[in-house]
């Protein structure tokens, strides 16, 4: 099975963009030197659990794919560890997620199950809430309860937080112990959109390793193979998505809803002095609480005062995303 660009499908290879993220965690693996606790911070959608994943995988893969010179670069995909891994029901790996209010353990456990299935579909998926997520206090005492107890030799136990900024305040507090004595053969892996909103002992206790914007072909390619869309319409998704593969993803999803239509007429009522109608469509669309359905909105609008300006200046008009 091969990507869109030709290349093997593994968990390494796999991941579009980010090769200085792959370059660091491969020369770390090879020379014996990961870190306890890692940061992969950036812009959503950009791949950060998937290198989590992905990492996972090279680090407990049975037989790693070596280069020339016998360097490890890639899990293999097919062994059992492997298998499990991407199918992120891997024993020694655990998962702390941002989740809806519940009532109670069971309920939360239900709803971190519904989050890996998202994921497991679709790795890159931006996953919004019209509630507010938080990763909960109880799943990090869960996690730690599991840490106590030895993983199986030769097995390295990978535990990754999911959107630290979404973890509450005393849950951030419990972990700051776990991160300053990891338990042996146990790796903790962090993801935020910006450091600096996580605690300053968090952020010193843990590797950095930027995520950068995807390139708008690589974000094209992907949607067009995976979703089956034509050139064209990928084309227009790449360009729209402002380097997020994930962005990307999300305006695929909602292909056949009315968010594109409506954002064109709330952005014509900017500019009307009286439209009930848009304004009341404005009321209808947008939830205080849903930053992924309002994020999409701005997006059009962003793509559409582009265009504005590269008509008014008389530009090529190649450039243009709608």
Not at 62 to 83: I, M, Q, R, W, Y
Not at 92 to 101: D, G, Q, R
């Amino acid at each position: 099975m091969t990507r869109w660009n030709g290349s093997e499908l593994t968990p390494l290879n796999d991941i579009y963009g980010q090769e200085i993220a792959k370059k660091i965690l491969r020369n770390s693996f090879n020379s014996g030197r990961l870190a306890s606790t890692y940061l992969f911070y950036g812009d959503d959608g950009l791949g950060k659990w998937a290198m989590a994943v992905a990492l996972a995988a090279l680090i407990n893969c049975e037989k790693p794919v070596t280069d020339e010179s016998g360097a490890a670069v890639d899990a293999c995909g097919k062994c059992l560890n492997c298998h499990q891994i991407l199918n992120l029901s891997f024993p020694e790996m655990s998962f702390a997620v941002p989740i809806p209010p519940h009532r109670s353990e069971s309920d939360a456990a239900s709803l971190i199950l519904e989050y890996l299935e998202e994921k497991r579909k679709e790795p890159y998926k931006i996953i919004t809430s019209t509630r507010q997520l938080t990763i909960p206090i109880s799943v990090a005492r869960e996690i730690k309860r599991k840490m106590a107890i030895k993983p199986p030799e030769g097995t390295k136990r990978v535990i990754l937080f999911h959107q630290m900024e979404k973890m509450l305040a005393a849950s951030a507090d419990s972990l700051l112990k776990l991160i300053e004595e990891p338990p042996p053969e146990t790796i903790i892996i962090l993801t935020a959109r910006d450091p600096e909103n996580l605690l300053p002992t968090i952020q010193s206790r843990s590797q950095r390793i930027a995520f950068r914007s995807i390139t708008a072909p690589e974000i094209a390619g992907y949607v067009q193979e995976k979703y089956n869309l034509s050139p064209e319409k990928a084309e227009f998704y790449s360009r729209l998505a402002e380097g997020s593969l994930g962005r990307a993803v999300s305006l695929v999803s909602d292909e056949d809803s009315s968010v594109r239509e409506v954002s064109f007429l709330m952005f014509k009522a900017l500019f009307q002095k009286d439209n009930p109608s848009a304004f009341a469509a404005i009321n209808e669309l947008i939830n205080p609480n849903n930053r992924g359905e309002t994020e999409e909105v701005l997006l059009f609008w962003q793509s559409f005062i582009s265009d504005l300006m590269l008509l008014k200046y008389g530009r090529d008009s190649s450039g243009l995303v709608n």
